[in-house]
């Protein structure tokens, strides 16, 4: 049974840095794509990052390169390091697996069947 489990959440002023980290159980996190995204409120879910089996990443550009999506084989764990936080950062944060994409990760969170439960990230001005 796949599981997927984030933690790291929590409050920080603008300006400073979170590091998510992503779980996985019942399979092999680096044989496929997996995504970061987020909920913000009043907002549908959108996407920060993803990393291939192959470890290529991407981003959006409205990011601006102030997050970075890595992985830990051993650990079967994905991060997601966010520096230079700002308030319009505050969202749920989800990691979520394409389990039908190895070597390109595909935009489209429909493809995304299988979810954590988020944690939550608050960053305040």
């Known amino acids: 049974q796949v599981q997927l489990v984030e933690s790291g959440g929590g409050s920080v002023q603008s300006g400073g840095s979170l590091r998510l980290s992503c779980a996985a159980s019942g399979y092999t996190a680096s044989d496929y794509c997996i995504g970061w995204f987020r909920q913000r409120p009043g907002e549908g879910r959108e996407g920060v990052a993803r990393i291939s089996a192959d470890g290529a990443d991407t981003y959006p550009n409205f990011l601006k390169g102030r997050f970075t999506i890595s992985r830990d084989n051993a650990k079967n764990t994905v991060y997601l390091q966010m520096d230079s936080l700002e308030p319009g950062d505050t969202a749920m944060y989800y990691c979520?697996?394409?389990?039908?994409?190895?070597?390109?990760?595909?935009?489209?969170?429909?493809?995304?069947?299988?979810w954590g439960q988020g944690t939550q990230v608050t960053v305040s001005s």
């Open positions: 979520a697996a394409d389990l039908s994409a190895r070597s390109y990760c595909y935009q489209d969170i429909a493809r995304y069947k299988n």
